[in-house]
């Protein structure tokens, strides 16, 4: 992690080239600079460090400025001067929130993990609402245990939202043959909504809550099908607990499991194919292979790619608070990374996220429908699934 | 100081969404990429040029300064307000118009972002050339007000070679439209070309007709290092002197293939005293003959090493080093001031000359890369703006650096402008007369100097 003082270096190294604002998915859209990487780094230099008489205090402008970042981290992996504009970003939502400034929907969501341990304040029973019908008479005549070598940590996205994801993630550890635990009503969100607020301390005690479930569960690893879970895990959770666990994300699992030759596969949609990368998997870690691999595997020489791809490829638009905080602009953010799929001719977008697939399809309908192309958003979980023999 | 009732006036000509003058706004366009920043009262979003005509009217009438603006990456101050008043944000007024390909022309609003527009021709098979480093963001308004350009030069020329026409809205709000969209025009004065360059200070430009060429077949890139720098430039008399005319010639200094060699660990070698790259385009077996005639030049004059890069991922493995530059001398020191002196190709070598001894001179890290092949320079003067006393030989050693440029017969600026960074010096080049000139064009066009004052020349100096 870096600290407060490296973070005012950086935002002082910062030449304002503006060489940040083309990989910027928010900028494309809003074209104003409090809406770009520079602009927010600037912004944040003079709430935290500034000079005299240039002193910004909280104010509801600043709070969409810093709020309104998809957290795609394109900035930092492009920044010439390498300052991370996100990490600075990151800093002044900390601060903001801090001090009581969050927006409103922020502090909703905050409210809803807190109470609820989901985002949307579902209620934990409807958890495994979108668990197939066996499994959920298993789980209700007690014969699925949390215990087993894998322990499916399935996230809120994919729990409360999206209706096609765990089925497919369940059918294809079947097929498999697998055994795998699972928290069902018992899980609770990874934390990350509220580290990207900027409520680290928070973040902090709900992730020593999850590692304590998970190490009762007696898993050697985790797998999740959500990519946010993932980079919680693997990139924030080591600095806040003691992460003495596998953690796979369920690329991971099928590139495994089809290497193994666990899982047999017939023919593929029989349509053009692309995959869109997550930013929590492929800028976050360059996860960038496999899922084209499995894709390769699932549909030959449909799989097609888009012109922005794996390190520059476009952020859908859904990540961060901007979902809640403005949801046209989402979609809005969606509709480029759909029209970039449209272009190469593909008629499914892939993706290996929960969030993705939601602000994709949202994306596919902003557009108005005179123009809109025919296209499909699924997870590389769901294309999987239903290649499974 | 903007009246509530005048702010209220400009909010209903540009509507509620291109209306901003809240503190964070300010903030947020009181700087481009050059060091000197000053806040606007008011930041507004044209969307047509009827909105950029009532703002100016109003402007005028309220006597309000008025600084135009795309996407900001100017390196000399050129979109940084310096006495408040308006700052008018050209990127939302980016649609492509007209795309004609059988006239081989394009009419662009002034928002358009210059790479956006290159992709859009690739499916008419036409290219438009001009290719400022800053092009994946910078707008074409920002490209023509600064007449832009790029390593692309050599061969095909600046911003200013594929102008045709304009539409622009003088500083009364009154519309002009100058030229064509026809390849010759010598109808009157060429006043297409008086605001090409002119940095937002005579007109606001809508509307921009450029002239586009046909996509060359392929490009190769040649990567040669040299132990002496004075055998690089010979490299480019030679290669011009075989008739050969490269897209870019480019060329690295010693200092700069270190600071790079450090951070990217490409693999080059470090005693070198020059790395050019040569990149050639046209049909493949043209560029493939010159590629074989630049490679027998540069083994005859001794070079230390040759790589010819065969594919396209190849051509980009070898400009991965060019395109480090800045990322790596960043690594070095806060804050880099890029100069952009410019002197006739035969004396590029003497130019790095002088300035390895002012750096010497000033104890300063200088690092140069060059857009060789049209004798511009790039030294990058490595410092801390906040180290006041080092700040002080940085200033010194810029004028020294302009001053041996004009002395070897060339010019302050090649690409950048001269802003606010180059305004005092600006007499140096054109001489007296020449600011005569330049004020009295600035007075007859701009009499209450409201368009982006302070920027080229001051009118009460």
């Known amino acids: ?389 | 100081m903007i009246e509530e009732s005048v702010k209220e006036e400009l909010r209903r000509i540009v509507g509620e969404g291109g209306f901003a003058d809240h503190r964070e706004a300010l903030a947020s366009y009181s700087y481009d990429a050059f060091t000197f920043e000053g806040e606007p009262e008011v930041v507004l979003f044209p969307q047509t040029t009827d909105d950029v005509s009532r703002i100016m009217t109003v402007a005028s009438r309220e006597k309000i300064p008025v600084t135009a603006r795309g996407a900001g990456t100017n390196l000399t101050g050129g979109s940084v307000p310096t006495r408040g008043g308006i700052v008018l944000v050209f990127t939302k007024m980016n649609k492509i118009l007209e795309i004609d390909k059988e006239n081989r022309v394009a009419v662009v609003q002034p928002g358009v972002v210059n790479m956006d527009f290159q992709k859009a021709l690739v499916k008419y098979n036409l290219f438009f050339p001009p290719d400022p480093a800053s092009m994946a963001i910078s707008t074409m308004g920002g490209n023509v007000a600064e007449n832009a350009g790029g390593p692309r030069a050599v061969k095909y020329g600046v911003m200013k070679d594929y102008l045709l026409g304009l539409e622009v809205v003088l500083a009364s709000g009154k519309v002009m439209m100058t030229g064509s969209k026809t390849m010759k025009n010598v109808t009157g004065y060429n006043l297409t070309q008086l605001f090409c360059g002119s940095e937002g200070t005579l007109g606001l430009i809508t509307k921009i007709i450029v002239k586009l060429l046909p996509v060359p077949g392929t490009r190769r890139t040649v990567q040669v290092a040299y132990r002496r720098l004075e055998d690089a430039g010979t490299t480019a008399s030679r290669i011009f002197g075989m008739g050969i005319l490269p897209v870019a010639f480019e060329l690295l200094d010693n200092v700069f293939i270190n600071i790079i060699e450090d951070y990217s660990h490409l693999g080059l070698p470090k005693e070198a005293e020059a790395l050019i790259l040569i990149e050639v385009d046209g049909p493949e077996a043209a560029v493939e003959a010159q590629v074989e005639q630049i490679e027998a030049a540069c083994k005859a004059l001794g070079a230390m090493e040759i790589k010819v890069a065969r594919t396209f991922q190849e051509n980009d493995e070898i400009w991965k080093a060019r395109r480090s530059a800045y990322g790596a001398e960043a690594q070095l020191r806060p804050t880099a001031i890029a100069e952009d002196c410019t002197v006739p190709v035969a004396k590029l070598v003497a130019m790095f000359r002088e300035v390895e001894k002012i750096a010497k001179k000033h104890s300063l890290l200088i690092p140069v890369v060059a857009h060789a092949g049209d004798g511009n320079l790039h030294p990058q003067i490595l410092t801390d703006i906040r180290n006041k006393e080092e700040m002080k030989r940085v200033e010194k050693a810029i004028e020294e650096i302009s001053e041996k440029a004009l002395e070897l017969g060339g010019t302050l600026t090649g690409e950048h402008g001269i802003g606010i960074a180059k305004r005092e010096i600006l007499w140096h080049e054109i001489g007296e007369v020449g600011m005569e000139v330049t004020k009295a064009i600035k007075k007859a066009l701009d009499p209450d100097n409201l368009l982006n004052p302070d920027k080229v020349v001051q009118m009460n100096s």
């Open chain 1, 1 to 389: 992690m870096v600290s407060s003082d490296d973070l005012e270096a950086l935002a002082n190294q910062c030449v304002k080239c503006g060489l940040c604002l083309p990989w910027c998915p928010v900028y494309q859209k809003a074209l104003m600079e409090e809406a770009s990487p520079r602009g927010r780094v600037q912004l944040a230099k003079r709430f935290l460090h500034p000079k005299p008489g240039e002193k910004i205090h909280p104010s509801k402008e600043l709070a969409k400025a810093f709020y309104t970042c998809t957290v795609c981290e394109a900035c930092s992996c492009f920044c010439p001067s390498q300052i991370k504009p996100s990490a600075v970003i990151q800093e002044g939502r900390e601060k903001l929130l801090a001090a009581g400034a969050a927006p409103e929907p922020v502090k909703a969501i905050r409210e809803n993990i807190l109470h609820t341990a989901n985002v949307y304040a579902g209620k934990k029973e409807d958890r495994t609402s979108v668990y197939p019908a066996h499994l959920k008479e298993k789980i209700k005549e007690g014969r699925k245990s949390k215990k087993a070598d894998t322990l499916v940590f399935l996230g809120c996205v994919a729990s409360y939202l999206d209706m096609k994801i765990v089925p497919s993630l369940i059918k294809i550890m079947d097929a498999a043959g697998m055994d795998y635990g699972l928290l069902a009503s018992e899980e609770i969100c990874c934390g990350l909504p509220l580290y990207v607020m900027g409520d680290k301390e928070t973040f902090g005690r709900n992730a020593s809550e999850v590692m304590a479930m998970i190490r009762e569960s007696g898993a050697k690893e985790v797998v999740t099908p959500c990519a946010g879970c993932y980079k919680s895990f693997r990139k924030l959770y080591p600095d806040v607990v003691e992460m003495d666990v596998k953690v796979s994300h369920s690329v991971h699992l099928i590139h495994r499991l089809l290497k193994e030759k666990s899982l047999h596969l017939k023919g593929g949609p029989g349509e053009k194919i692309t995959y869109h990368d997550p930013c929590d998997l492929g800028r976050s870690f360059q996860i960038f292979e496999e899922p084209r691999e499995i894709l390769k595997a699932v549909a030959g020489d449909n799989l097609v790619e888009m012109e922005k791809n794996r390190l520059m490829a476009r952020c859908c638009g859904g990540g961060g608070s901007v979902v809640a905080l403005g949801p046209e602009l989402a979609a809005d953010m969606a509709v480029f990374r759909v029209r970039d799929a449209a272009d190469v001719e593909a008629r499914i977008i892939v993706s290996g996220c929960s969030t993705c697939k939601d602000n994709l399809r949202k994306g596919v309908k902003a557009i108005p429908k005179d123009e809109r192309p025919k296209m499909k958003i699924m997870d590389i979980t769901e294309i999987v699934a239903n290649a499974v023999e």
